[in-house]
């Protein structure tokens, strides 16, 4: 019987979201504002991706979603924040996410920041109390300035400029791919995951993160408002560095296709408990939101 990716996104998707009820703070507890902003933005109806790649990083080694469940709600945090702070007026400046308008929209500029932040530092908490000192430093640093933020920052510093493929490979390794690697791998760390097997997943992730990428720009140029959730079209009005501008659409999803396949050969040696990671690259690449 082939696997059910279905069924296995939906069990997963349904542990995550309770996890991320239990773990938020009540809307009405004070400061009630933030608490009802965090909870907008996050229960506004992501795919949860982050999140399902720690636990099947964890059960690729043989762990459970039990252990890692904490921590994959900490990088849905992560992520949720980095959404927020990215829509504002003064980064992308979005009015759409997650088919809702943006977090700023709702709750004005100053609420939209600090929500982020208490997203970012509610993750922290987490790692702290159920992950372990060694994911917390994979999971600063992918998320820090050697990572997704340094990756933001050459984002927007490019914007509007001509840049080489090397710098494009730059920003979306770092702004997109540190991050879905390090779920990958802080779920196989927490299962205690041999060295082999630990490359064999940091590779994986390397790929099925700039594939994601990549696959998000092309999204952009052919994606509606109503499939994805934001506004299509906004790379190109705001001049942003995509794999599409630069190389074109059909290379472009070459390159993505390329990766993925590549993907799937790094996890090989790890046989069918690798099965979901395996499945959730082609998920990746067949997306349409
Ligand atoms: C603000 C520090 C800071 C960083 C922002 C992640 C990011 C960097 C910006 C978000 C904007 C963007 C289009 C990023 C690239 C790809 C991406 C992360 C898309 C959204 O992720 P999905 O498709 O979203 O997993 P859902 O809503 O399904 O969780």
Not at 77 to 94: F, G, K, V
Not at 179 to 206: D, F, T, Y
């Amino acid at each position: 019987m082939s696997f059910d990716l279905d069924r296995y996104l939906a069990d997963r998707r349904r542990a995550v979201d309770e996890a991320l009820e239990r773990y938020l703070p009540a809307k009405d507890a004070p400061p009630a504002t933030v608490h009802e902003a965090m909870r907008y933005s996050v229960f506004a109806g992501g795919k949860r991706l982050r999140p399902i790649l720690v636990i099947a990083g964890a059960e690729a080694v043989g762990g459970t979603m039990e252990r890692v469940l904490p921590t994959a709600c900490a990088f849905e945090l992560i992520h949720t924040y980095s959404l927020i702070h990215d829509d504002l007026p003064a980064m992308d400046d979005d009015d759409y996410r997650r088919g809702r308008l943006t977090n700023h929209k709702v709750f004005g500029e100053a609420i939209a920041i600090l929500a982020g932040d208490a997203l970012l530092t509610l993750a922290f908490a987490l790692l702290a109390e159920h992950a372990s000192l060694e994911v917390m430093k994979e999971v600063s640093r992918a998320a820090g300035t050697f990572g997704m933020i340094g990756g933001q920052v050459a984002d927007i510093q490019s914007e509007g400029k001509s840049v080489d493929a090397e710098t494009l490979e730059y920003i979306h390794r770092h702004k997109t791919a540190a991050l879905i690697r390090c779920a990958l791998r802080s779920g196989a760390l927490l299962a205690g995951a041999a060295p082999s097997a630990l490359r064999a997943i940091s590779e994986a992730g390397s790929h099925l993160g700039l594939a994601f990428q990549i696959v998000d720009d092309i999204l952009d140029v052919e994606g509606s408002l109503e499939a994805l959730g934001k506004t299509a079209g906004s790379d190109r009005r705001k001049k942003k560095v995509t794999y599409p501008d630069h190389f074109g659409l059909e290379a472009s999803r070459l390159k993505a296709k390329s990766l993925i396949e590549d993907a799937k050969a790094a996890l090989a040696p790890l046989g069918p408990r690798a099965e979901p990671i395996w499945a959730l690259a082609d998920f990746i690449f067949q997306r349409k939101s």
